[in-house]
Nanobody, 125 residues
Framework: QVQLVESGGGLVQAGDSLRLSCTASGGTFSRYAMGWFRQAPGKEREFTATISASGRSIHYADSVKGRFTISRDNTKNTMYLQMNSLKPDDTAVYYC??????????????????WGQGTQVTVSL
């Protein structure tokens, strides 16, 4: 069993930055890929970013490329999402997810088997 806890969400203005954290317990964090997904009101959950177990393979959704940075610290069992130049369209609940079946990064939600409870990010004009 893996438990994931997100933190770092909040209310910010357009152009501001936030850093989300996701801390895992259970399992061997350094062996599995991780991802961030988000869900805006009235919309389906969508892929945001993913990172392989080693951290060497990273992929982003086009909507966040160049503004968001995913990273992980395997010594702290923690993954991060640095979000810069935030826009109102980034408003969503952000979820971290663990892909314990593989060390490879993945962009589809069905490839992940553990999810955090989510953290709200609200970006105002």
């Amino acid at each position: 069993q893996v438990q994931l806890v997100e933190s770092g969400g909040g209310l910010v203005q357009a152009g501001d930055s936030l850093r989300l954290s996701c801390t895992a317990s259970g399992g061997t964090f350094s062996r599995y890929a991780m991802g961030w997904f988000r869900q805006a009101p009235g919309k389906e959950r969508e892929f945001t970013a993913t990172i392989s177990a080693s951290g060497r393979s990273i992929h982003y959704a086009d909507s966040v490329k160049g503004r968001f940075t995913i990273s992980r610290d395997n010594t702290k069992n923690t993954m991060y999402l640095q979000m810069n130049s935030l826009k109102p369209d980034d408003t969503a609940v952000y979820y971290c997810a663990a892909r314990t079946s593989s060390s490879w990064a993945a962009i589809h939600s069905y490839e992940y088997d553990y999810w955090g409870q989510g953290t709200q990010v609200t970006v105002s004009l």
